[in-house]
């Protein structure tokens, strides 16, 4: 029930374009899609690709944080997602386009 409060705290948070406190929910929430689209929303890069290491392999959010990081022309911490993530074909595709 706590986490579903901070949840909607982070929501609140983000519908307001307060994304400093809309991560500070999402991160007490463990809701880490949230998480990545508030430090992408922040421009806060570091901790996006922070976020990569504290993830699961196989997490679809890794999918996400790799698109968001390669429309950015970011391709080390683009290619990190998509190999946790479990696509290398991705991943080798993001180096072409990006180099």
Known sequence: MLT?????????????QK?????????LASDFEALAHAYYKLEDFQSME???SFLPPG???????GEKFQSLGL?????????????G??????????H
């Open 89 to 98: 074909k991705r991943a080798v595709d993001c180096c072409v386009l990006l």
């Open 50 to 52: 922070q976020l990569i």
């Open 4 to 16: 579903r409060a901070y949840k909607n705290l982070g929501d609140f948070s983000a519908e307001r």
């Open 59 to 65: 997490s679809p959010t890794l999918e996400i944080l």
């Open 75 to 87: 391709c080390q911490p683009a290619v990190n997602s998509f190999v946790k993530f479990g696509d």
């Open 19 to 27: 994304w400093s406190k809309a991560c500070k929910y999402y991160k």
